[in-house]
């Protein structure tokens, strides 16, 4: 389950980045959120890592 925050996040040098979030499930059955900022060439990448 992940979520791809459609707000780009730029930097002065034009590379975008995208915010992913996660959701990931602890020991103890909850579930709690991953927030990563990565390039929009790698967001495929990193939702397909477990």
């Given at each position: 389950m992940a979520k791809?925050?459609?707000a780009t996040l730029k930097n002065k040098d034009g590379?975008?980045?995208a915010k992913?979030?996660?959701a990931?499930?602890?020991k103890?059955?909850?579930y709690s959120f991953r927030e990563?900022?990565?390039t929009?060439?790698?967001v495929k990448e990193v939702l397909?890592?477990?």
């Open positions: 791809k925050v459609v590379v975008k980045y992913v979030i996660k990931v499930k602890t103890s059955g909850a990563e900022i990565v929009e060439d790698k397909a890592a477990k």
